[in-house]
């Protein structure tokens, strides 16, 4: 997957709900530089004494994504989260995601990416942020700002845990990725 594809808000904008979804982007495109181009190996690998892995990042951040944007729209969660008892059991798509293969793990995460920019959009365009919904039950009434600050601090927080494993994987550093044509920041580049 190319990461350089993924679309970016413009950053002039002045609303919040423009600068939310251009720093929401940004990480995204932070998340798949740091995540991408890596075989099963290398996305499996667990760095001790951590058992999380750049494959459980992964898809544990799809699941965030389709997640909180269902709950941020009123909807249920689709598939494939949808066949999921989740009480209790945040573990699965952590523990499963070391038998998946790169590339269904990748199409999951730019699916759910894909999803949630449309959906954002959709609910900033049609109302707004300042819409009230229940996250987690009826008694937890939050706004959609809430939620979509919280789905940014998610993916700040995973981004940064995979900036150490990859640093680990393959020496790669940086906080963004490299205009086309130049060079990662690698060892020896």
Known sequence: MDYTNLPLADSRAGTDAEILCFALDRVHKQFAWKTGGLNAEQLRRKHPPSTMTLAGLIKHLAFVEDGFTATAHGRALGPPWDTRDWVGNDRWGW???????????????????????????????????????AMGGPDYIVSRRRILVDLLEENLLHTGHASLLREAVDGLTGNDPPPP??????PGS
């Open 95 to 133: 523990q499963s995601a070391v038998t998946d293969e790169p590339a269904d793990l990748y199409a999951l995460w730019y699916g759910a990416v894909e999803r949630c920019r449309a959906a954002w959009t959709e609910m900033i365009n049609a109302d707004g942020l300042d819409v009230t919904v």
């Open 181 to 186: 044509g130049q060079p990662a920041n690698t």
